[in-house]
């Protein structure tokens, strides 16, 4: 991968990111702007001013796909040739990047004419190559066919470790370090395992390397990111180069979670870390000793629940019950003294009657957790839940979701106090 070239940007042109969804498309968005900087672009916080505008983009809800095209159509050229490029100095280079990317692939230009290019998450290393294209392509030339005047790239498997090292956070006090992308999950209702690509880890000494590399450029506070953050394990034959830390382990040794957390804490210089999200199939004892042993990890659990019911968590093929949550609340509690928790919750899954949507309130209530992100389910393409039939009224999720909302504010406030 070629790094530190100007030659992408000799005209000058300004780009303008607008972030959708996840910690993970912060990160992305840090990456890719990372890289464009590279090849010589600046970047502007207002999209007038910008002559690219990147919108990196989330497929988890209806809700936050309902945004990224109503603010892509807010760029839509007037007269005939708005899907072509012949007046490419008239308008602004619009691209696409991220899970909708992946998700739509080349059907979002028909959706959205005005977008020129595609970019899904595990190909955002090719975008200063794609963006410069657009930006030396002669205005004069005629296309007669849509996709002549269009790039998309959602083929890729896994992404260069390069493209983190560009040294670029948002913020200068605290960095996002993603250790694993994709996800083998499959969750019924999720869209993740489509968009973003199996579960694949990233070598343990090259994130090392990475917050090495921040601490030195001052970040004292980081957060370590993965869909399914407490599956890591760096299997034997990933190469990367290596870290300051005499790390005791062998390139031919599995390093897993536990031992990740253990080999951050003793990074120098490093004042506070903490990670997000667990799945609880994957946690353990073992996790709750580390998180109370290693001082510089923050007492912080955040560990989706989804459902307190039974059969609808069979559903959403999340692996455990909700006895087997309760025990590792339980645990996680007696070990990690004051440790916070928070969850996930997804009400008006199809199928979910009211003993279900009850056992959900009691788990809830039984947990106390400090706070909860709650959410009204709605299908998503490609996901095995699309093939259920959505039988859960809008105005009954509305309900639902208002009475879990209530609820936590009320245990909220009872902690607080």
């Known amino acids: 991968m070629q790094r530190n070239s100007n030659r992408g940007n000799k005209k000058g042109e300004v780009v303008y990111i607008r972030t959708y969804g996840c910690q993970m498309n912060v990160r992305d968005s840090e990456v890719i702007r990372g890289l464009l900087q590279e090849s010589g672009y600046e970047f502007t916080a207002e999209p007038e001013k910008a002559d690219i505008i990147l919108f990196n983009t989330c497929s988890v809800r209806q809700h936050a796909e309902d945004k990224v095209w109503s603010g ?11 899907s072509l490029r012949a007046n490419q100095a008239k308008r602004k280079i619009i691209g696409l990047i991220g899970c909708m990317a992946q998700n739509y692939g080349r059907d979002a230009f028909h959706k959205a004419p005005e977008i020129d290019f595609i970019v899904g998450p595990s190909d955002i290393a090719k975008i200063p190559g794609i963006v410069s294209k657009f930006v030396h392509r002669p205005s004069s030339v005629v296309h007669h066919n849509l996709y002549e005047t ?27 370090v993603v250790i694993s992308e994709g996800c083998s ?28 590399e921040a601490v030195d ?20 034959g990933l190469k990367a180069q290596s870290s300051k830390l005499q790390c005791k382990t062998k390139d031919s040794e599995e390093i897993n979670f536990v031992d990740l957390l253990k080999l951050v804490n003793e990074i120098k210089g490093l004042k506070e870390f903490s990670f997000i999200t667990s799945h609880p199939k994957d946690t353990s004892i073992e996790l709750f000793k580390a998180m109370r042993d290693a001082e510089k990890l923050k007492k912080y659990l955040h560990l989706p629940v989804q459902s307190g019911s039974d059969g609808i968590l069979k559903l959403m093929n999340r692996g455990y019950t909700g006895r087997f949550y309760l025990d590792l609340v339980d645990n996680y509690r007696k070990i990690v003294r004051n440790g916070v928790l928070t969850t996930d919750i997804i009400v008006g899954f199809p199928s979910e009657g009211e ?7 009691d788990l809830v209530k039984k947990t106390e957790f400090d706070a909860a992100f709650i959410f009204k389910y709605s299908s998503r393409q490609h996901t095995e839940a699309q093939k259920f039939i959505d039988d859960v009224a809008k105005e009954e999720k509305e309900r639902r979701h208002r009475l879990v909302l209530d609820l936590q504010k009320l245990i909220s406030k009872k902690k607080k106090s």
């Not at 892509?72 to 708005?82: M, N, Q, V």
């Not at 003993?355 to 309130?361: G, I, M, N, S």
Request: hydrophobic fraction near 30%; aromatic fraction near 12%.
């Open 355 to 361: 003993e279900d949507f009850q056992a959900t309130c």
């Open 217 to 236: 450029k001052g970040i004292t506070e980081i957060t370590l990111l993965g869909q399914n953050v407490n599956a890591y394990i760096s299997s034997p």
């Open 150 to 176: 269009k790039i998309w790239e959602t083929d890729g498997d896994t992404r260069p470790d390069e493209i983190y090292h560009t040294g670029f956070y948002e913020d200068k006090n605290h960095a996002f």
């Open 185 to 212: 999950n499959f969750c019924s209702y999720c869209v993740v395992p489509y968009v973003r690509g199996p579960l694949h880890n990233r070598n343990y000494k090259a994130i090392l390397k990475e917050i090495e």
């Open 72 to 82: 892509i159509g807010r760029y839509k050229a007037k007269g005939p040739s708005c």
